[in-house]
């Protein structure tokens, strides 16, 4: 039997929608344990000055809980 | 870089829609700090005796996390 | 065993959308016994002359069904 | 014959959700004639402070075009 | 008022979805309280050597908040 | 020419998900006529004490209308 | 205040989708007072002998409950 | 690179819907130049005394932009 | 115990959406044996000159696959 | 690098939805290699004489290609 | 308060997805003001000689509309 | 009149989504002819020790079917 919990967060590089997906999953690494998968639910992007600026994605990550 | 989290609850009110998404912002700042937005995700109400007796939102919270 | 039935209507109120539920809600009580609960499947307004004329819902509304 | 279009407008306001789906169709009205109804897409809130500061919609505006 | 918590787990069985259902709020009732409810999200099976190894339920677990 | 009804109903069993669509179109069975197919809309199950409780299928039913 | 149920029919035609459209309403219209509109929610065919027998609509009908 | 516009009709014909498509398409024309396609998003119909009226669908109609 | 596997076409002709899933059937039939129904995915048409130039449909078609 | 690719089949048990999983994984490991896992896309039953008498799931079947 | 506009575009590179959101902004900013943010809708890719000769995105663009 | 097919793959690259979508065709491209585009209905990553190693798209390719 394995038993996982799906968690969601949001986050954004300046440099790529690939990066944003980095940096979410790196900063979620300081608190979850036994991460196995991400599922990009959502892209966006912010605007200023009629240019794109931050890449967001929104991630439905799993990982293992363990017994 | 900024990472968010969204986690999900339920909230009811005997009053009103509206009211139902303060009470459940209400009771989410007792626990979570640097909320900054929340969907509807959906809208229903219980019913006694032929009338209305509770609104129910389902919201999803977003909230930043903290370095 | 329980077996409920589920029945969607459209109720409409000039005044707001949580009335256009109470009204919905009101006139199903006049047929249905044992209403439960009820889902928001859908909000819509009319429009006259530039303004709200009309507050419309779709409700999927559950009543328990009698041995 | 009757062709209409649609359009989205995304509207705010800090009192309710209601009155954040009137404030769009008044703006809306400075531009478009015509409008028969208004479809509501998505609903959320901004946050701070831990409370509701803005109810937000998400409208789909349907108004009717002359020949 | 009541406010509640949505939280997503997946679990698997040998043996088949209700069991995957029955072992998933088992292993959740370790760390929540009050649960009361959840919804099956998604349905899917690993597959070895032609058969069916596991089957895995997706679960959006509903727990009443205390206060 | 056939033109059939499609009508939801909402089922429980203590049991299992097969037994909970046994027993919602076993109790159909005592009021509509020439059901032909049933589909699954939604599972969901109740919790008491940690444990399941009740397995609930919404099932949309398509019966044959008799001219 | 207006008040309308929607009711889920599925008709067929060996002849096109539109008409099937139309046999759907007019058997649905022996039995319904106040019809107003109607959606096509799906489309399907049955194929025999390698070509389109049967086209079938699902409508949902919407019309007027009378005080 | 090409960029396109995406923009939303609705267009209603007594007569079938390859026909509200096409009567969409031919009031567009009069005001988008380099339309490419539509994409039939919702088809629905109007009813008059137990009989289809006119058949309705919604479009979203694809159109270059010209530098 | 029946066993069918669903595969997806799209199809395309210039006279109406009856007649493309007319022909994407018959174009189908010359490779798969058994097949039983079609589900219609997606409507869209190509626009030329203003005109609607073709007319295309998506279709999901279930066919029985013999022992 | 790994390719998959995804098919969909439809099967039927009279007996249970997890048998219909069953059956229908081992009819398509005959023509089938590398099978990974599979979706529960849909589920619905076959009645007659007011009871069931088919359980049939719909599935999407992943399986690696070999180079 | 505040109304916004959503508007849909399309837009294409030969390069990267990344890139094909920046053209499209970059583009729709020659004739838009105040643009906030936009949503990836849809991503598709065209392929020539087995190779991705375009990459595509459909972004759902929001800007504020001055009063 | 055209014929097209369109069928799903899963394809993952060690260095991002754009390469995987770039690797899924090139291994599609040695047994199917005709591909026309595809459509990226999915996007996931696996993760191990807290990382992102592999990045998978899932396409629904369209390719021309030759008569």
Redesign the interface.
Known sequence: ?????????????PD???DA?????????KTLRG??????K??????ED???SH?RV?L???FI?E?
Do not use: C, H, P
Request: net charge neutral; aromatic share 6%.
């Open positions: 039997m394995t038993v996982a919990r799906v968690t969601e967060i949001s986050a954004t590089s790529s929608f690939d997906v980095k940096q979410g999953i790196a900063r979620a690494s991460m196995k998968s991400a599922w990009v959502d892209q966006n992007v912010e605007i009629g240019k794109v890449y929104n439905a990550i799993t809980l017994d």
